[in-house]
């Protein structure tokens, strides 16, 4: 950190999840996040990308910008918060981040099948240098494939928390000391693919002729 803020960015995607950014404006869990950064030394800044959730804006807020993204800012005590919808500079806000909390949900891609939330663990964690990661299941929006991605990765290279207990999370992962994640292997993407196939393949003509039609 080098004596600057403690920078959490939370983001939700583009979808909805509005228990996740309750949580994360939560009275306690600002007292928690503050207190872990007084235990190190440094101020937080907490940004948070919202999405489609439903949000209301802390009083005092002002209209302010981040990496030329519109957003409005509040300012509590040592807490400096950034909250705005959307973002086209989210790789920027990934270099700045000590800590991501992200969502695990599903909105998947009609061409690849890969779903939002894989997609930010995946980068977040091919981030150099990485930031710590938390993730937190959307369960009304979540699949089985992210469940498994989740508990995969799960303490070896992020953390998983939950909206009733973000807090203790946030406190896991912050002590917590991750592995590296490998780069990306063109050779290895390439075997999943293959092995996707040839398991689609043996699978009613339907669900073949779907995958099928995402490399053609």
Do not use: W
């Not at 950190?1 to 995607?13: A, I, K």
């Amino acid at each position: 950190m080098g004596g600057g803020p403690l920078v959490v960015f939370v983001t939700v995607g583009s979808t909805q999840f509005d228990a996740l950014v309750k949580a994360v404006l939560s009275p306690p869990l600002i007292a928690q996040l503050r207190t872990a950064c007084r235990r190190r030394g440094v101020q937080a800044r907490l940004i948070v990308q919202y999405g489609q959730s439903a949000l209301q804006m802390p009083l005092g807020a002002s209209a302010a910008s981040l990496h030329d993204t519109p957003c409005m800012r509040a300012v509590g005590g040592d807490v400096d918060l950034y909250l705005f919808a959307y973002t086209r500079a989210f790789s920027a806000f990934l270099r700045d981040a000590h800590l991501v909390v992200a969502h695990a949900g599903t909105c998947v891609a009609a061409q690849t099948g890969l779903t939002a939330g894989a997609g930010t663990i995946l980068e977040t964690l091919r981030t150099d240098p990485p930031p710590r990661l938390l993730v937190v299941p959307n369960t009304s929006l979540m699949d089985n494939h992210q469940r498994e991605l989740a508990d995969a990765l799960r303490g070896a290279y992020l953390e998983e928390g939950d909206t009733d207990a973000l807090g203790d999370a946030l406190e896991r992962v912050l002590a917590a000391h991750y592995k590296r994640f490998p780069p990306s292997d063109p050779g290895l993407f390439l075997a999943v693919v293959r092995e996707t196939l040839a398991e689609a393949e043996a699978r009613p003509a339907p669900l073949a002729a779907k995958v099928m039609s995402a490399f053609t």
